[in-house]
Structures are given as C-alpha cells and as structure tokens.
C-alpha cells in the first residue's frame, strides 16, 4: 500500500501546551503509565482513527481519551479505551500523552489498518420512533451535508436537492439523518427531537436500525462504515487523501462495508446521484 503517512496532520504545538506537560509519547511499552489520548480534529476523524487505540492500550498500563462531549458516550465503548474526558476540562493525571491522529506513526510500522474500533462495541438498544416502526425495508438514512466550518466543506456537501431525486425510487423508505432546522426536506421520514438533541452515540444507535446510509465524506459516514453498516459516500474531486489509498477505486481500505461514488468532473454531481439512483433501486429490488 502506497505510503500515507504523510497526509496525517501535524499535530498543533498550542493545542499540546493547552492539554498537557507531560512528555509525548514514543510507542515504546510503558505497562505502568497512563497515557492520555487527544482528539483535535473532526468527529470523522475521531472516529476514523478509533481504531488504533486498541493497539495503544496494549503498550499502556491505562489510557485516557480526551473528546469533544458530543463524542464522550460513544467513545467510551471503543475497547481499549479505560476513562474519558471531556475537552476543554482539565485532564486527569497521566505520565505520557499523544494526539489520536498521530498513533498511526507510532504504532504502525507495517502500514496496515486495523480493523474499525466500533464494529465489536456494544451498543445499548435503541428502537425506531413509532412514525418509522411501520417503515419498509430497505430503510436507508440520508444526509447531504457537513460541519460548515470545515474548510473543505464547500466542496464535499451538496444540496438536498440531490437527496429529493432519489424519494422517487420504488420500495426505499428515506430517513433523514441530517440535524438541524435547515434540514427538513419533503418525502424524508424524521427521527423526531430525540434524535435531533442526541449525540453520537444516540446517532450510532439509531443508524444500527437501518440498512443502508447515503451521504458526503462525513463523520455520520465515518460512523456508519465503522459500524459495518453499508454506506455509500458520494465523494467530490479532488476528495480526502484517505479515500484514494487502496487499489480499487468504488472500496474503502478503512471500512469494508463502505462504498464510493466519485465525481469524474470537479463538481458535478449529477452523473454520481445517477450512479447511485441506479445502485439504491437495485438495493431496494434485493428485498422484494
């Protein structure tokens, strides 16, 4: 696999001297330290490099991870994972520390990628809202767009008016998993306040009741694949380095059960919702 370290990013010296004083850590095996992860990037991100923890906590004697509140409860299952705490709170005592995004370079001198951190968590039960219950299969959760504040947003979101073009296909239920008021879209069934006030570990329980979820490169994206939930990320050019590693182009080497759908022209998503209008009507076939 081509080398890919170098698209991970530096970590930020002010952030470090915010979190912690202690000395980075090396890799080596400490059994008896405590080590404190931090999350500073995206959820996406967060949940992406989830998988690595596991592979630090065997070289730990204890590990901490520091996450946004949002991500707390659901990063409390990932396995390895002894304490959360929360960012922005003072961290509790550690000998060594790292940032998320940096185990890889200290932990994978292979270059493989473990397998996805939430695909064995446990999550509590959670049941479809009364309006869905009746719902038929497949039922497919749809989002459109990102965090706004990402600097690479305008480029991998697009416009509702995509996701409208595929309410027309025979036998799909389309649920709205996309937040906020902006997001109402007619002929998308809503998961009601519950969902909208959640976190993302309401966001992974929810998503474990559907079949199949369709979006941009983003976090929701991020948490279906490492869930194994079928998801299919329709991707902008030029698009995230992490989505251009492996040797087939439609694959995630992150996520096997993702697919990928690309634009062939800088942004022009029509030809990628033709692609996956045809690809859903298929899906939906499957459970006749």
């Known amino acids: 696999m081509t080398d890919w370290f170098g698209q991970l990013p530096p970590e930020n010296p002010e952030v470090i001297t915010r979190i912690s004083f ?4 090396d890799g080596e095996n400490c059994p008896s330290s405590t080590l404190l992860v931090w999350h500073e990037y995206g959820y996406g991100d967060a949940i992406n490099f989830s998988a690595y923890l596991g592979i630090a906590r065997h070289r730990v004697g204890r590990l901490v991870l520091m996450v946004d509140m949002r991500l707390a409860r659901l990063m409390a299952l990932v396995p390895g994972v002894d304490e959360i705490c929360v960012r922005g709170r003072p961290a509790p005592e550690h000998d060594y520390h790292c940032s998320l995004m940096g185990l890889p370079r200290l932990l994978n001198e292979n270059r493989s990628i473990p397998l996805p951190a939430l ?15 009746g719902l038929m ?13 990402h600097g690479w947003d305008h480029r ?38 519950q969902y909208e006030k959640g976190d993302w570990l309401d966001t992974a329980a929810m998503i474990r009741n559907l079949d199949l979820v369709i979006g941009p490169d ?16 329709a991707l902008a050019d030029p698009c995230d380095w992490r989505w251009n590693l492996g040797s087939e182009p439609t694959r995630s080497v992150w ?8 634009q062939q022209r800088s942004g022009d998503w029509t030809p990628v919702f033709e692609d ?13």
């Open 218 to 233: 983003t976090a929701i994206l991020h948490l279906t694949g490492s869930l194994g939930i079928p998801a299919w990320i």
């Open 119 to 133: 695909g064995v968590a446990v999550l509590p039960p959670i049941a479809l809202p009364d309006s869905l219950g």
């Open 156 to 193: 991998r979101s697009f416009s509702s008016s995509f996701i409208v073009n595929l309410t027309g296909i025979d036998g799909v239920s389309l649920i709205r998993l996309q937040k906020g008021e902006s997001a109402a879209v007619p002929h998308l069934s809503d998961l009601g306040l």
């Open 255 to 262: 996520y096997d059960s993702v697919r990928l759908f690309r």
């Open 276 to 288: 996956l209008a045809r690809m859903l009507a298929s899906f939906a076939a499957s459970y006749c």
């Open 137 to 149: 299969r497949p039922r497919v959760g749809v989002c459109w767009q990102g965090n706004r504040g």
């Open 22 to 25: 202690r000395p980075r850590w």
